[in-house]
C-alpha cells in the first residue's frame, strides 16, 4: 500500500484540498487493488491447435483416464517399482494431469476430441503449460463418464440395427 501525506501533496492544507486529495487518494487505493486483484485471477488456460497454433476452445467436460495397467502408469511418467506397487494395492490408478477433451479450432472449423496433458515448468514458477493430441481410439476405454463411440459391445447387431430405426420396428412382420 502507497503511503499519502496527510495534508495537500502541495503543502496545502486548507479544507477544500485536504478533502479533494482524500478522494484522490481513495481512487489510487481502489486502483491498485483492482490491478492486485487482476493479477491473482486466474488466466485462461493456453491450450493451442496442433496444426494453426491458435487458442482453441474447450466445448466439453474434462474426462479424466484411468490406467489399469503398469504400462499405463510408465506411459503417464510412474517408475516401474511404484507402478507394480500402485496396481498390486488398486486396479485402477486415476492419471494425475491428463483428461479426454472436446475442442473447437477456429481456423479448422471443427471440434475434435483431444488428450491433454498439463506439466508445471521446473521451479515451480508461472502457469502451467499444456501438450494436446488427438485422442487416439484405445483411450475411450479408460476414460470414465463416456459412451464407447463403437456402442456396447455386448448388444447385437440387430438390435443395434433397431434402435438406429427411426419410428416403428421394420425387421417385424405381425401374423394376425
Known sequence: MTRFPVNGSHGDSSPTCLTSCAKGIHE???????????????????????LHGCQMDSVSAKHSIF???????????FDRGLANLLM???????????WLEKFWCLECDQSEWYRVKRYHRPGGGGAAQYFVEIAAQELWQRVAGVH?????????EFTRKQAKAKGMVRDFKFIM
Open 67 to 77: 490406467g489399469d495397467r503398469v504400462e499405463h502408469l510408465q506411459q503417464a511418467g
Open 148 to 156: 464407447d463411440p463403437m456402442g456396447n459391445p455386448s448388444v447385437g
Open 88 to 98: 498390486d494395492e488398486h486396479t485402477t490408478i486415476s492419471i494425475p494431469g491428463e
Open 28 to 50: 489510487v487505493l481502489l486502483k491498485e487493488d483492482r490491478t492486485k486483484r487482476n493479477r491473482n485471477r486466474s488466466k485462461r488456460r493456453q491450450i493451442l491447435c496442433p
